[in-house]
């Protein structure tokens, strides 16, 4: 999605590491200047968070913050925003309940989520070949809110401070309804690859009592994946897209 956002801006990343492609799919938008920032909020892999990373270099790059401020009409600042000390509000505290920011984000279904996750982790060895995904399901419960991050309470107040929310899994639909929003040619996401979910590997099947017992689990990503979805197609309904 990065690249795909460079079709319309200049990117400029600010990633802790680069021991994995980045996978961005938040942006934010100053309205009257015309300055984005994006948010990898749900589009990286969950395992990273438990990567060796020299603390050093954390260090670093937390010390080093891009000054939004002084970015130009044509940059779109790329990261990832989804650990502690790194979320958007640290980040970039600027642009919370600023009216002068628009904050766009897209979210995956929580099962497809996790499976993307488990895809990946296991294509680039963080697990081996005979990993079960029945284990993986539930080594971590409501893995979207913890991107956000947000809780039972306050997941509304969240979503709503983000100006639009695409789904990833009509990714097409979400990029022809921001080129409409923001006055840009259209573009054709196909030609960027394809969604983790499906670049590795085969569909998995999973049991109807596992996948009962999942979203059992993770209630409160369903919860912010329904008002999200919901959100989205009450835009589409607008005729925006």
């Known amino acids: 999605m990065r690249i795909a956002f460079g079709e319309w801006f200049d990117c400029i990343e600010d990633y802790r590491t680069t021991q994995s492609p980045p996978a961005p799919s938040d942006f934010i938008l100053d309205e009257r200047l015309q300055k984005f920032v994006t948010n990898g909020v749900t589009l990286r892999d969950m395992a990273e968070s438990s990567r060796m990373v020299v603390n050093e270099q954390f260090e670093e790059f937390i010390a080093n913050r891009i000054d939004i401020r002084k970015m130009t009409d044509r940059q779109l ?122 670049r590795y590997g085969n569909k998995i099947d999973i049991p109807m009592q596992t996948l009962a017992r999942f979203k059992e689990k993770n209630a409160l990503d369903y919860r912010i994946y329904d008002y999200c979805k919901e959100r989205f197609e009450a835009m589409r309904d607008m005729g925006l897209t």
Do not use: W
Not at 92 to 97: A, M, N, V
Not at 131 to 137: C, G, Q, R, T
Not at 163 to 185: H, M, N, R
């Open 77 to 198: 600042l790329c990261g990832h925003f989804d650990l502690p000390r790194m979320y958007l509000h640290q980040r970039c505290p600027e642009i919370i309940c600023n009216p002068a920011y628009r904050v766009v984000t897209f979210v995956r279904d929580p099962l497809q989520l996790v499976i993307s996750l488990f895809k990946y982790c296991t294509s680039v060895g963080v697990f081996s070949n005979n990993a079960k995904i029945e284990d993986y399901l539930f080594c971590r419960e409501n893995v979207l809110a913890s991107y956000f991050p947000c809780t039972e309470k306050n997941y509304r107040k969240i979503v709503d401070r983000y100006f639009f929310v695409g789904l990833s899994e009509k990714i097409q639909e979400g990029f022809d309804c921001l080129a409409t929003i923001l006055d840009k040619p259209g573009i054709d996401i196909s030609k960027y690859g394809v969604l983790n979910e499906s």
